[in-house]
């Protein structure tokens, strides 16, 4: 099944610098690949998500970048505001069939003024 | 709409006793989901359905039990609780997704369970 490791644990950053949170997933079939933000004592919520026919999308401040060949993608997130501290899930998934998420352990991060 | 919603929020339980969390959305979405968080830790999919009458297992199933008797409710029931059952509950419930082109999981508020 599919495996997902998410790096790093914890990221402190300077508020106004960038963010940047990797991914790596095991089963080359997976093509949904969707990051969540939990804020504390929240629930989590879609933040940005990216197709496996797609290298990057970008929101705003906030981008996703995938690289189907080493199996790996990543969030970026530029100008970082107090707001944006928060754990951050990746999170691997195929679109046909089961529909189960199998998500990364989670990365802590916190933007110090 | 209210979204999904989950009760109760908190709970405390002893050693072998019994509960249902409850589940609701109501965005009539086929597909719903229940997962655990425990501590400092990513979401673990315990159990899931993709329409009414239909649940399959997740990745920790062990210990719980689902019922899907309608497209609106996934109560999920553990008997027997046990320390190793402390954490926070998550439900979820998305579109079938052939029909939409993404597929986001809208998450209730959870269910925070301690059993001692």
């Known amino acids: 099944g599919e495996n997902v490791e998410q790096h790093p644990s914890t990221l402190s950053v300077q508020e106004g610098d960038s963010a940047v949170i990797k991914c790596t997933y095991s089963?080359?079939?997976?093509?949904?690949f969707p990051w969540y933000k939990q804020e504390l004592g929240k629930r989590p919520q879609l933040i940005i998500d990216?197709?496996?026919?797609?290298g990057e999308k970008k929101d705003q401040r906030i981008a996703v970048t995938l690289n189907k060949t080493a199996k790996h993608f990543s969030l970026h997130i530029t100008e970082t505001q107090p707001e944006d501290s928060a754990v951050y899930f990746c999170?691997?998934?195929?679109?046909?069939?089961?529909?189960?998420?199998?998500f990364g352990q989670g990365t802590r991060l916190t933007i110090n003024p | 709409n209210a979204g999904v919603t989950q009760t109760p929020k908190f709970r405390i339980l002893k050693i072998g006793q019994s509960m249902t969390l409850q589940c609701t959305q109501d965005m009539n979405h086929n597909y719903m989901y229940w997962y655990r968080q425990d501590p400092g830790m990513g979401l673990k999919l315990i159990y899931y359905?993709?329409?009414?009458?239909?649940?399959d297992k997740g990745e920790v199933p062990n210990g719980y039990n689902v019922s899907r008797s309608t497209t609106e409710d996934f109560p999920l029931r553990l008997e027997l609780a046990a320390p190793s059952q402390t954490s926070v509950y998550f439900c979820?419930?998305?579109?079938?997704?052939?029909?939409?082109?993404?597929?986001?999981?809208?998450f209730g508020p959870g269910t925070r369970l301690t059993v001692l």
């Open positions: 999170a691997a998934r195929l679109i046909q069939g089961a529909q189960k998420l199998v």
């Open positions: 089963d080359s079939a997976s093509n949904y």
């Open positions: 979820a419930s998305s579109y079938t997704p052939a029909a939409f082109p993404y597929n986001e999981q809208f």
């Open positions: 359905s993709v329409g009414a009458g239909i649940t």
């Open positions: 990216i197709r496996s026919n797609v």
